[in-house]
C-alpha cells in the first residue's frame, strides 16, 4: 500500500518518481482509474487554508511530493520523504513506458498551440508514443461538453491535464467520474516544458532544492507567489512545535 505523510492535513506520498509510475502503470493495466496530483508548498497551504480544497486534494489517489518544501516539511513531521517525486519528472519517465507498452495519451491545457507542439516534441523523443488526442485550455461550459466528448471517443488511458492550480484539481475531481480514461494528472505548466516555451532548470539546481530560486531570476513577476514558500515553512514550524490544525 502507498505510504503518506500528512502534511498540513494533505495526504502525501512517500513515493519516488519509480514508485510513483509504478503505481501508476498497475492502474493503467489494472483497468481501474485513479487521480493524480503533484502538490507543492504553495497548493498544500491553499488547502490547508481551504478545506474544500484539502478534500479535493485528498480524493486523488495519488499525491506526489512536487518541491523542496514539501520534503521538507515531511521531516519536520518525522515521515522523511527522501526525494522530491516532482509530477514533470513522473510524466517524463510514464510516457516511457507508455510508448513500450502501447498505452495511449490525451493532452489537454496551456494555450492554444501548446498542446499540439508538446505533441510534436515528445513524439519526436519517444518513438511509438500514441498521443490520441489535443485541446488547449481555453473553454467555456460549451466546449468543455466537446472536449469530454473528444476524450470518451479517444479513450486514452491516462489524461494530462495542465490547467494551472487549483483550476486542474477541481476539474478532475468533477469530472473524472465522466471519463473513459484510466488516469488523470495534474501538472500545472508541463506542457509548456514538453514544447520547449519554458526551460527547465538547470540540474545543478533541481539536485540543490533551488529549482524554485531559478525560476524567480527568470520570472521575477513570480517573487509574491514565492511568498508561499516561507509561509508554508512557518506554518509547519508552528504546528510542529506550537500545536493546531494539522
Known amino acids: 500500500m502507498d505510504k503518506t505523510v500528512n502534511i498540513l492535513g494533505v495526504n502525501i506520498s512517500t513515493a519516488t518518481v519509480s514508485e510513483a509510475v509504478q503505481i501508476i502503470s498497475g492502474t493503467i493495466s489494472s483497468g481501474k482509474k485513479m487521480g493524480v496530483?503533484?502538490?507543492?508548498?504553495e497548493i498544500i497551504l491553499s488547502a490547508y487554508k481551504n478545506e474544500n480544497f484539502k478534500n479535493i486534494i485528498n480524493s486523488a489517489s495519488l499525491c506526489t511530493a512536487d518541491?523542496?518544501?514539501?520534503?521538507y516539511a515531511s521531516k519536520i513531521f518525522g515521515t522523511p520523504i527522501t526525494k522530491r517525486c516532482s509530477g514533470y519528472d513522473?510524466?517524463?519517465?510514464?510516457?516511457?513506458?507508455?510508448?513500450?507498452?502501447?498505452?495511449?495519451?490525451?493532452?489537454?491545457?496551456?494555450?492554444?498551440?501548446?498542446a499540439e507542439a508538446a505533441k510534436k516534441k515528445i513524439e519526436e523523443a519517444n518513438p511509438g508514443i500514441n498521443i490520441v488526442g489535443c485541446h488547449d485550455g481555453y473553454f467555456d461550459s460549451e466546449e468543455e461538453?466537446?472536449?469530454?466528448?473528444?476524450?470518451?471517443?479517444?479513450?486514452?488511458?491516462?489524461?494530462?491535464v495542465c490547467l494551472g492550480s487549483p483550476k486542474?484539481?477541481?476539474?478532475i475531481y468533477d469530472h473524472l467520474s465522466d471519463l473513459d480514461i484510466n488516469v488523470a494528472m495534474g501538472l500545472g505548466g508541463c506542457l509548456d516544458v514538453?514544447?520547449?516555451?519554458?526551460?527547465?532548470?538547470?540540474?545543478i539546481f533541481?539536485?540543490?532544492?533551488?529549482?524554485?530560486?531559478?525560476?524567480?531570476?527568470?520570472?521575477?513577476?513570480?517573487?509574491?507567489?514565492?511568498?508561499?514558500?516561507?509561509?508554508?515553512?512557518l506554518t509547519v514550524l508552528k504546528i510542529k512545535f506550537f500545536g493546531g490544525k494539522k
Open 168 to 171: 486542474q484539481e477541481k476539474w
Open 90 to 114: 513522473v510524466s517524463l519517465e510514464l510516457i516511457k513506458q507508455m510508448a513500450d507498452n502501447n498505452y495511449s495519451l490525451y493532452l489537454f491545457g496551456a494555450s492554444p498551440g501548446v
Open 206 to 233: 533541481i539536485n540543490l532544492g533551488l529549482e524554485w530560486f531559478y525560476r524567480l531570476i527568470k520570472e521575477p513577476k513570480r517573487f509574491f507567489r514565492m511568498l508561499a514558500l516561507p509561509k508554508f515553512m
Open 37 to 41: 496530483f503533484t502538490p507543492n508548498s
Open 67 to 71: 518541491g523542496i518544501g514539501v520534503i
Open 194 to 203: 514538453y514544447a520547449g516555451n519554458v526551460k527547465r532548470a538547470p540540474q
Open 145 to 160: 461538453k466537446n472536449i469530454i466528448n473528444d476524450i470518451n471517443e479517444k479513450t486514452p488511458n491516462v489524461l494530462f
